[in-house]
């Protein structure tokens, strides 16, 4: 949609101003506004509406690469459960959570953080039964 693809080039405006550290957590919503960024119908909101490109923006590279590789893990831990049966379940919650390539909403501020917290937990925690055949 328009409303999205502003935001992604607002995001990756942004991106190109901080390459390195981003411009902070939480400043998406504050520094989306100046007009150095701003691109197209609708460049600013709380958040650009996917997990990546948010933790590129605020953190850079560096905590990007941090949240890819606890993501990494978490999928790892549910993948080299042999013993739980209902495996498949898990990595397919976690996969739907983290498709790179969907708008989303904040991971950390908002409704969707809080039901994706609970959706990771219950991936996880159910990793830990064994389910009888």
Not at 53 to 62: A, D, F, K, N, S
Request: charged letters at 15%.
């Amino acid at each position: 949609t328009p409303q999205h693809d502003s935001l992604i080039r607002t995001a990756y405006n942004m991106f190109k101003d901080k390459p390195i550290f981003g411009h902070g957590p939480k400043m998406f919503r504050i520094i989306c506004a100046d007009e150095k960024y701003a691109t197209g119908v609708t460049p600013c909101m709380t958040h650009p509406h996917n997990f990546y490109l948010q933790w590129l923006v605020e953190t850079g590279p560096i905590g990007l690469l941090l949240f890819i590789s606890i993501i990494f893990f978490m999928f790892q831990h549910v993948i080299n459960n042999q013993d739980y049966t209902g495996r498949l379940i898990s990595i397919i919650t976690l996969i739907i959570i983290f498709w790179p390539i969907m708008s989303t909403g904040s991971f950390v501020k908002n409704w969707m953080g809080v039901s994706s917290f609970f959706a990771i937990g219950l991936a996880l925690s159910m990793n830990k039964f064994k389910l009888d055949e």
